[in-house]
């Protein structure tokens, strides 16, 4: 008997699920200082600066232990009497968020360096151009011998990471580890060496105060006025001398409005809820920044499920290097009008790139009310892993090469949480759903059929994806049903898709009622009174073969 060949197994799909709404806001004003004032900040910034890393220093000699065994109340004390009561609580609580996010760096590189070392080692104990159960040799010995190279690189890093997560003391560089890297290479990052050092203070300052529900206007050591916009602060207790203010505090010469989102800014302060505020200078333009940040009320969003029984239409993307493909879905899954492209250029600076990546996604938000859309499906990328695993799992040589440099150029994090809280300010749902077989199958299943209804726009890979995508966020299949009008039929509106809505089928022995796009035997293409089936004869109408028929009774 011949053995029966098995298909390649597709993996279990996840469900689409709506994104949560913003946990926080933040928003940001400029702060039009006099020299005087950008004295009195820079000497309190530095001040605080080298206290919050004094303490940072002593919170990673005490290593991992239990929250209440790390000391922070000791530490309290002893800054406050170098700042003040609320300022200290600020520093021990960022040393304390610093030091927790160096241990989750240091354990996500841990597991990325053992994905590497496993897939490396299970290649070289395949033999060059063989295979070793499912694992497949290098190519040659040349490469063979970079490759055990590499592992011995890879093998020495893992166990310094490994050491350190045993102590339990993180490397941490106050002010980014590029810009200290940038010290020992000022040519090639074009930096003269004061401008490295202004740059390098300017990012180690600490200007942070918390909020507190029921100090005025939320925040007692940084208070911003609504009424006026006038900014106070209270200063450490080594430099009260500076203070122009009663009770230590130094008032800045200027004004804080804070234009977008005063709204919801003014509904905290004048009932005197928690505003956390930091001072932010930027060296190359020479400005100080005032930034406001709160928590948000948590908001219950409706699932994809709810949105497919209100009969809303949602639009699916297709997030690219260098593009956004989208295109409308009606309730039922149906492509709705043209295939849209939006151009993301993201070639420059960070900050241009990040403007480019907002218009983008406003552009999107745009097209999305124009038709009436209640919801945007997204695919659930996440490259983090497929970056840490490297080439050992993205294909190696030109193509290879090109692939990694696609998925570099992706800004799936950033584009998410732009999308995220863009699109719920805007009043829309984000959707996200599992990206397996979107391409593959969108393209198989949608691009021809779409392309026949778009005769002006060129219907791309990426468009069907969307449809794909769209699909899927509403709960249907992606491929098309059987059915599906032709293109030489005699009817002037087709749909592309097949009968996406649910139609029960009859129970019994009797066939299914057919339609006007179910194909009919012999080639038909227009049902005579024949091809009707009755599934239950109308108690008013005699059936053939009675002795009613022939007479014509009603």
């Not at 106050?174 to 740059?199: C, D, F, P, S, V």
Request: proline content about 6%; hydrophobic content about 35%; glycine content about 8%.
């Amino acid at each position: 008997m011949p053995r029966k060949r098995r298909g390649k197994r597709l993996r279990i799909l996840a469900a689409p699920f709506t994104v949560a709404a913003p946990s926080g806001a933040r928003i940001r004003d400029r702060v039009h200082t006099t020299a005087q004032d950008d004295q009195v900040l820079t000497l309190v910034g530095r001040h605080l600066g080298h206290h919050q890393r004094a303490d940072l220093a002593r919170r990673i000699e005490i290593g991992k232990v239990r929250v209440k065994d790390n000391q922070r109340t000791e530490r309290k004390h002893s800054l406050t009497k170098q700042s003040s009561s609320r300022l200290a609580g600020a520093m021990t609580r960022a040393s304390e968020d610093q030091y927790q996010l160096s241990l989750r760096c240091l354990y996500d590189e841990a597991s990325s360096l053992r994905r590497a070392i496993r897939t490396i080692t299970q290649r070289l104990a395949a033999p060059c151009g063989g295979k070793k159960g499912k694992a497949s040799g290098y190519r040659d010995q040349g490469e063979r011998f970079g490759k055990q190279r590499r592992l011995q690189v890879l093998t020495a890093r893992l166990a310094r990471v490994e050491q350190r997560i045993a102590s339990g003391k993180p490397s941490i560089a106050i002010g980014g580890r590029r810009l200290a890297k940038a010290r020992h290479n000022l040519e090639k990052a074009q930096l003269t060496e004061a401008q490295w050092r202004e740059q390098w203070d300017a990012a180690r300052l600490f200007l942070t105060a918390d909020g507190e529900s029921g100090a005025p206007f939320g925040n007692y050591t940084i208070c911003v006025n609504p009424n006026d916009g006038s900014v106070t602060i209270v200063l450490p207790e080594p430099l009260r001398h500076l203070a122009n203010a009663p009770r230590g505090r130094y008032q800045l010469s200027c004004t804080v409005q804070f234009s977008h989102r005063r709204d919801e800014w003014l509904d905290r302060v004048t009932v005197n809820r928690a505003v956390r505020y930091d001072f932010v200078y930027d060296p190359v333009r020479g400005r100080w920044y005032l930034d406001a940040s709160w928590c948000a009320d948590k908001a219950v969003l409706p699932t994809p499920e709810e949105i497919r029984d209100f009969d809303e239409r949602t639009i699916g993307i297709d997030l690219n290097a260098d593009h956004l493909a989208a295109y409308v879905l009606d309730p039922h899954g149906n492509p709705i009008g043209q295939p849209h492209t939006i151009p993301l250029d993201l070639i420059g600076p960070a900050l241009q790139r990040d403007g480019r990546l907002r218009d983008a996604i406003s552009q999107l938000i745009k097209l999305a009310r124009q038709h009436g859309c209640a919801g945007i499906v997204v695919e659930n990328l996440n490259f983090d892993d497929a970056r840490s695993t490297g080439r050992e799992r993205m294909g190696r040589g030109g193509r290879g090469k090109k692939f990694r440099k696609t998925v570099a150029g992706i800004p799936t994090a950033r584009f998410r949480e732009r999308l995220r809280g863009m699109a719920f300010h805007a009043g829309l749902v984000v959707i996200a759903v599992d990206p397996a077989y979107t391409s593959n199958w969108g393209e198989r299943y949608w691009k021809t059929p779409l392309q026949q209804i778009s005769k002006k726009t060129t219907v791309t890979r990426h468009h069907s994806a969307a449809v794909a995508i769209g699909r899927r966020g509403l709960g249907h299949g992606i491929r098309r049903r059987p059915g599906v009008t032709a293109s030489d039929q005699r009817i002037a509106a087709r749909r592309a898709t097949g009968q996406t809505a649910f139609v029960p089928r009859p129970r019994g022995t009797a066939s299914p009622p057919r339609t006007a796009s179910t194909p009919v035997r012999g080639g038909k293409t227009r049902l005579d009174q024949g091809d009707q089936l009755a599934l239950f004869p109308d108690p008013r109408r005699p059936f053939a073969g009675s002795p009613d028929h022939k007479s014509g009774l009603p």
